[in-house]
């Protein structure tokens, strides 16, 4: 099935605090550089990818509809 969301991290931005990793492990993971990539954005819900989104504290995640292209966040 396509995924719903396109999704992916600004590493210029990315802290590394793990809020995300925390939110949604199927979806997010930490690279060798503690900061997190994105690795199946649509092995969680949408909701729950926009939830981890919202909850970055530097608006690193970055999140479009893939059918449509709109931004969805930030
Ligand atoms: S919540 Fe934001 S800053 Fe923290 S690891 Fe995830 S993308 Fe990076």
New binding site residues.
């Given amino acids: 099935m396509q995924d719903v969301l396109k999704v992916w991290?600004d590493h210029t931005r990315?802290?590394?605090?793990?809020?995300?990793?925390m939110t949604s492990e199927k979806v997010?993971v930490h690279n060798e550089d503690r900061?997190?990539e994105v690795i199946d954005p649509g092995a969680d819900t949408p909701e729950k990818v926009l939830e981890a989104a919202r909850?970055?504290?530097?608006s690193?995640?970055q999140v479009e509809s893939a059918i449509t292209g709109a931004r969805l966040y930030p």
């Fill in positions: 991290v990315c802290v590394g605090n793990g809020f995300c990793v997010f900061q997190s909850n970055c504290p530097v690193a995640i």
